[in-house]
């Protein structure tokens, strides 16, 4: 697990849902092929409306077009962020495209899960909205251990919300080695 | 302190004799059940993670069921059907409801339902948010992902968060025109779309009693689209007399207890309720039919898990037997079962099928085909800035494929009757 997390904000409202992240059309790839699975990267967040896409101005694709991979790091969320369908292809396909934290007021419970179980990225939740304080493309720092988020270009910080106690499964990495450790099945 | 009827059920999965809300345990599952949409990713960590050569923890005890992606050309799609096919013959797994063969059956949550693999009591988990759908039997359900559905394959164990417990009780009687989905609708307009996250959402009162099964299932489908982890409804005759008819594995009823903590009590009085819309883009942007009544509409849609049930289909042909529909009218059964239904079951001498058909309407196989968009040829995608009612369960930008679509959820009737005059219409113009 990495201990700093660094790199440019993508900006997002409230009830972000699956569907806005990965449309169900795109849910046919292979997740397991190294090169059709990069065609997450390339659909991920195409979903959202061009008016929300990429906060306050909107109309910023989170992968350019043609491209697989984001040029974002971390994504800032509202509330009931990845509602919706229980389809893991939602945090597959962020982190395919890059993310490696999301920082959200709160989540929906199968998003958040799947996130953690699956070690897709590192759900974080905040204690106050960030939305409107954070713009795409600021750059920020995550202190993973000290559970806080720093506004690079203002040198603001926020602390976020411990991650109680999935913690356990985020640090072996996922749901399979947290129960190899835990003695659960066989290493 | 007493225990609601989810924490009796998971306390008795965890060895436990008693649980509280925001313990973490690890439960049992009896059912494990998965798709096409769900099932190759699944399969693809299973394999990675337990061998090659694993077998799964209980042949028994794992449903697949193909039903998203079934009637269309797109290659990935039929790869998809190949992967859970060659899964099913290598782990000689029993209950398997392929695609393209006589054990076809359709949409997953009322397929598991029809097949006898909701029983109360029991633990389902299922790779589909609205797995909740079960919980209509009295039993804990709820939606998961690939990587939980895999370590359930290898070990037949998950983590659950003990949820707290949100009850809404309906009081009295619901008008004749009232159906789940209007009552649904309601309460998560006042509750919001994230108004039960990590909770459930326990249905109760002698209106709710009254509901058939498939009323149940509706109410129990859409706990997710208020954040809520599952639904449940305590098992009662009716639903004893329909598990019976469709399994003979025991089951066993739980009760809440009268001291049993919840979260929050909801009262209503069913006797006011009334028919309501959600506007688009969010289940919770709750209308009055009444209020939206000018809306026009291109189209009208009945299908999907809660939807395209037959008593959903019984209520829309009540309304559109000897009349015509205005706008493209799409008639989606969620399963074979439900279709057979539509071609048996009469009103006025006509079969439901031929009610549809005589008022205009298209049918289409049963599958979720447009109740999440899917690839461009599926029945009833929209593709364009069409407005659509919709019985289904969601209508996020881009749900039934066009982003510029504008879908607005009601219930069967409601659906109807807006077939009927292409506008947002109160099904009482119609009803007597
Ligand atoms: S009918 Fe719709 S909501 Fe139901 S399982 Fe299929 S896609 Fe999901």
């Known amino acids: 697990m990495k201990k700093i997390i660094e790199g440019k904000a993508y900006v997002l409202g409230n009830d972000i849902d699956t569907d806005q992240i990965i449309p169900a059309e795109h849910l046919v790839y292979s997740l397991s092929d190294p090169e059709e699975r990069k065609n997450y990267g390339r659909y991920a967040l195409s979903g959202v409306p061009a008016a929300g896409a990429g906060l306050p101005g909107g109309g910023q694709p989170f992968v350019k077009e043609g491209q697989t991979e984001s040029e974002y790091r971390i994504i800032v969320g509202g509330r009931n962020f990845g509602c919706g369908s229980s389809r893991e292809h939602a945090p597959a396909c962020l982190e395919i495209a890059g ?89 | 302190m007493g225990m609601t009827i989810t924490e009796k059920i998971l306390a008795a999965h965890a060895g436990a004799a008693t649980v509280k809300p925001g313990d973490n345990i690890w439960v049992d599952v009896d059912v494990l059940m998965t798709h096409d949409v769900c099932g190759p990713g699944t399969i693809g960590i299973f394999k990675k993670q337990f061998g090659e050569h ?62 006898g693999h909701n029983r109360p009591g029991e633990i389902l988990f299922g790779t589909d948010s609205h797995t909740c759908t079960s919980g209509a039997f009295g039993m804990f359900s709820t939606g998961i992902g690939n990587t939980d559905a895999a370590f359930i394959l290898g070990t037949g164990k998950l983590w659950v968060k003990v949820p707290e417990t949100m009850r809404f009780e309906f009081k009295g009687t619901f008008p004749p025109y009232i159906m789940a989905k209007d009552i649904l609708l309601q309460v998560i307009g006042d509750i919001g779309v994230d108004g039960a996250t990590y909770r459930a959402m326990e249905w109760a009162g002698d209106a709710v009693m009254k509901f058939s099964m498939e009323e149940r299932m509706t109410l129990c489908n859409m706990a997710i689209e208020a954040g809520g982890k599952s639904a449940i409804i305590e098992a009662d005759q009716v639903t004893k007399d329909y ?67 037959v008593a959903d289909f019984r209520a829309a042909a009540e309304i559109m037997q000897g009349r015509k529909v205005k706008v493209d009218t799409f008639i989606v059964p969620a399963t074979r079962e439900v279709e057979a239904d539509l071609h048996k079951e009469k009103i006025g001498g006509k079969t439901l099928a031929e009610i549809f058909v005589e008022a205009g309407a298209s049918l289409g196989e049963p599958s979720c085909a447009a109740c999440l968009g899917g690839p461009k040829d599926t029945f009833g995608r929209t593709n364009d800035k069409e407005v659509v009612v919709s019985t289904t369960n969601r209508n996020f930008p881009g749900r ?32 007597n």
């Open chain 2, 243 to 309: 598990v019976q008819k469709r399994t003979d594995k025991p089951f066993k009823v739980y009760h809440s207890d009268a001291d049993a903590a919840y979260f929050l009590k909801k009262i209503y009085n069913a006797d006011e309720m009334q028919p309501v819309v959600a506007k688009p883009h969010s289940p919770d942007n709750k209308a009055l039919v009444s209020e939206v009544s000018d809306v026009k509409i291109d189209r009208s849609y009945i299908g999907s898990c809660t939807g395209g049930k």
């Open chain 2, 54 to 115: 694993a077998k799964v923890w209980d042949r028994e005890k794992v449903v697949i069921i193909p039903d998203h992606f079934v009637f269309t050309a797109d290659p990935h799609a039929k790869r998809n059907l190949e992967i859970l096919r060659d899964f099913v013959s290598e782990q000689q797994l029993p209950y398997f409801y392929d695609a393209g063969t006589d054990n076809y059956k359709g949409v997953c949550h009322i397929a598991l339902a029809q097949e």
């Open chain 1, 99 to 187: 993310i490696e934290a999301v920082v959200a007021e709160s989540y929906a419970r199968i998003f958040y899960r799947n996130s953690v179980d699956g070690g897709f990225f590192i759900p974080f939740e905040t204690p106050a909205p960030l939305t409107e304080e954070i713009k795409t493309g600021d750059a920020l720092r995550i202190d993973v251990d000290a559970g806080t988020l720093t506004h690079l270009p203002s040198g603001k910080i926020w602390t976020l919300k411990s991650l109680g106690e999935v913690i356990e499964i985020i640090q072996a990495g996922d749901i399979f080695e947290y129960a190899r450790k835990t003695g659960m099945i066989p290493g």
């Open chain 2, 400 to 431: 039934m494929g066009s982003k510029q679509s504008q879908v607005y959820l009601a219930s069967p009737y409601t659906a109807a009757a807006s077939a009927l005059t292409g506008r947002i219409t109160d099904p009482r113009e119609f009803l």
